[in-house]
């Protein structure tokens, strides 16, 4: 158990529906990380936060997406007017420290646009 | 650009028998090297990782790998796979353990 927790697990969602995941690390990981991960692939990286402050973003992050983490502790990915594109695993990971070289995944939130 | 390969995607090996996964990277500095398992639905678990100094790195669960410079590889190895070991392999490559490259894995198939 690495201590990050991801809901929901699953969904299934409708295109063009909206979808949000939500991701707790524990309160050490003052770095969290989204990836995307399809079928047959590796995550690949899509923004990260220290504490509250979102640093960087990936090119795969769309204008459809939005990340944020409010109070530095949890935080959401929210997807506007899905697309069957979108359908993947999306995966959080917390980092401890400005310097902490380990990162701890979540179980991942498995996305399906029908 | 930095950039993993993982040349097979799938290998079946005997339980008992030795093991050895394969990744090559492409990266313009001294790179952060990580070896990550993942069961089937699961997130991603770190079997070891290399900054720097010994090229040899031990692991989790008896995995070792080893840094070739030379050779830009940072192969997986166990001397003794067991059935639990079945599951995806992926090798990363950065300069932050949270913004790696990662290969598209390995897929290990352990046979009775």
């Known amino acids: 158990d690495t201590g990050v927790s991801q809901n929901p697990r699953h969904k299934i969602t409708k295109r063009g529906q909206n979808v949000t995941f939500r991701c707790d690390p524990i309160s050490e990981h003052n770095r969290l990380y989204w990836y995307r991960q399809t079928l047959g692939q590796g995550p690949e990286f899509l923004t990260y936060f220290q504490n509250e402050a979102q640093l960087e973003k990936s090119r795969l992050l769309s204008d459809r997406f939005s990340a944020e983490r409010p109070k530095g502790s949890f935080s959401t990915l929210e997807i506007q007017r899905t697309e069957q594109g979108d359908s993947a695993m999306y995966l959080c990971?917390?980092?401890?420290?400005?310097?902490?070289?380990?990162?701890?995944f979540g179980e991942g939130s498995w996305l399906t646009v029908v | 650009a930095q950039s993993v390969t993982q040349p097979d995607i799938h290998i079946t090996v005997s339980e008992g028998a030795s093991l050895e996964l394969r990744c090559n990277y492409s990266y313009g500095a001294t790179p952060y090297l990580f070896w990550y398992v993942q069961s089937p639905g699961q997130g991603l678990q770190l079997l070891l990782k290399y900054f720097s100094g010994d090229t040899l790195v031990q692991g989790i669960k008896g995995f070792e790998a080893e840094f070739k410079r030379s050779q830009s590889s940072f192969n997986l190895r166990k001397p003794s796979v067991h059935w639990s070991d079945a599951a995806e392999y992926f090798c990363a490559v950065g300069a932050d353990a949270g913004k790696s490259t990662f290969g598209d894995g390995t897929t290990l198939t352990v046979k009775p």
């Open positions: 990971a917390g980092r401890e420290g400005p310097s902490g070289n380990t990162i701890y």
